[in-house]
Every structure is written in structure tokens, then in C-alpha cells.
């Protein structure tokens, strides 16, 4: 079910009342003083809910200094994966801001504007499969990935290589979370876990060394801010405070504060 997670502006980058923006959002944005991010809010940490139930992580940190700077406030909208672009076309949202691949399908759709690199790792229990160098060798094994992700197209394309060699496929169970896969895989109801690196990071470094990265990370690929293209006056100001943030070592800090320095642009 989708939920809607309003975060006033002043949680995190206080904005006088009266200050000026520092780029001018589109007539009917500025008119609601608020623009609203379609994530899925459940990718840390990138953005994620603390047990307490407050978002947080790099891209909600980012989204927010986007805001700060068109001088408006924040609504999260958070939904499923596949949900994100048809909610963004649909105007129920502003922007994507969100681990989102830079893709030729996707950029014929929407438009995108470049924040960062992302790549795929495999994740397994620490007493097991130390012969994984990549996804061949995941051949005949259960394997959770997030419903529509770049790591579950992965693992279809190796089944159709490995069929064709005459190996077993992977049995590829398909969640609706990057959670839900990580929990499987501590009750040891899957044999891995395929997720982004930055995501397999989270997990293996919270889990007291039960978990472990089988091989290396693979598919290096741009992560981009997804915009509605019939909404350019909106987007060109998006982007101005986007670029802002790169030039004035923003962007940089909050790399630092969430590990993230390996995601730079």
C-alpha cells in the first residue's frame, strides 16, 4: 500500500520564511510551496525508515537540499519500484529521487539528470559459497531480488546463458523489498541475495559478520533524478540547484556522511 511521508523542510535544512529562493520552481510548484519525491524509501542508506519510523539517508538528505534551495518544502511519496515512473508521468509526483539507473528505455520516457554511480553485488550467509565470483556460478541456487530491479533483469539474462550451456537455472524469487530479500536470506530460505552494492554494503555491515559480498560488484551504471519531460521550467530549476550542489562541496558532505564517497560522480 502506498503511504504518504510528509517531512517539513526544518527536520533537516531550516529555510527562513522569507528567504529568497535561490532558483525559481515552475508558477504552479511555488504556488503550493512543497514539492513531492516518488522513492521507494526502503534502499539504505540511501533512504530508509529508522525504527522509529523517521526517513533518512542520502538521497533524503539530497531531495531536501534540492528544496531547500527552490525554497520549498518536502513530501515523500513512497510506493513500490515499479510504481515510480508511471507516478511521475502521472503528475503524482515532481520528481524521482531515488536510486534510478540511467537506462536508453528509461531516458525515452522520462528525463533524467545524473547524482551518482551504482553497481550489483551478491550477498550470501557467511558460511557459505565462498566459490561465487559472479552470477554464473549462481547456477541451480535460490536467489532473492527486489520485483523490477536492474539485479532481477540481470539474473534472467544469465538464465537464458546458462540454459543454453545445459546448466541448471537460477531460482530466481522475486520480493517486493531489498528488506524483504535480506530477511530470506537470515532465515536462510534463499542461498543469496542480488541487490545494489551500495544496499548489500548496508546489510553486510549490520550484520555481525553473517552475511558476506560473494565476488565483486558488476554493472557499474549512472543513478539519475527522473523528471516528467512536459514539465521543463520545473526540471531546468531542478537541475540548477542539482548543479549548486556539486559545485558548492554539498554533495561531497553528504557522500561523507553516509559512506557513500564510492557513489561520486
Known amino acids: 500500500m502506498k503511504k504518504i511521508i510528509s517531512l517539513a523542510i526544518s527536520m533537516l535544512l531550516v529555510l527562513s520564511a522569507n528567504a529568497k529562493p ?7 510548484v511555488a504556488a503550493k510551496g512543497e514539492i513531492t519525491y516518488c ?13 522509529n519510523g523517521k526517513i533518512q539517508g542520502f538521497e533524503i538528505d539530497l531531495g ?6 527552490l525554497g520549498l518544502k518536502v513530501n515523500w511519496e513512497q510506493m513500490k519500484f515499479s510504481g515510480l515512473i508511471p507516478s511521475l508521468k502521472g503528475q503524482i509526483c515532481d520528481a524521482i529521487v531515488q536510486e534510478l539507473f540511467i537506462k536508453p528505455k528509461r531516458v525515452e520516457v522520462i528525463d533524467m539528470i545524473p547524482f551518482g554511480y551504482s553497481a550489483q553485488s551478491i550477498v550470501v ?5 565462498d566459490s561465487i565470483s559472479g552470477p554464473e556460478d549462481l547456477s541451480g541456487l535460490k536467489v532473492a531480488v527486489p520485483n523490477g530491479t ?5 539474473l534472467n539474462d544469465t538464465n537464458k546463458t546458462l540454459t543454453s550451456r545445459g546448466k541448471k537455472p537460477i531460482d530466481i524469487v522475486i520480493l517486493e523489498t531489498t528488506t524483504d530479500s535480506f530477511g530470506q536470506l537470515q532465515a536462510r530460505q534463499v542461498d543469496a541475495v542480488g541487490t545494489t552494492n551500495t544496499a548489500a554494503a548496508y546489510y553486510v555491515g549490520k550484520s555481525n ?3 558476506k559480498f560473494a565476488g565483486s560488484s558488476f554493472g557499474k551504471i549512472l543513478d539519475g533524478i527522473g523528471l516528467n519531460k512536459n514539465r521543463p521550467v520545473l526540471n ?7 548543479n549548486s550542489i556539486f559545485v558548492d562541496g554539498t554533495y561531497a558532505n553528504l557522500l561523507a556522511k553516509w559512506n557513500l564517497e564510492g557513489a561520486s560522480l
Not at 535561490?22 to 504552479?28: A, D, H, I, T, Y
Not at 531546468?236 to 542539482?242: E, F, G, Y
Open 209 to 211: 559478520s553473517k552475511f
Open 64 to 69: 531536501v537540499e534540492i528544496a531547500n534551495r
Open 125 to 129: 550467509n557467511a558460511s557459505n559459497y
Open 39 to 51: 522513492a521507494t524509501i526502503d534502499n539504505p542508506p540511501r533512504a530508509f525508515a529508522d525504527s
Open 150 to 154: 536492474t539485479i532481477h533483469n540481470i
Open 22 to 28: 535561490m532558483f525559481q520552481p515552475s508558477e504552479e
Open 236 to 242: 531546468t530549476a531542478i537541475n540548477a540547484a542539482l
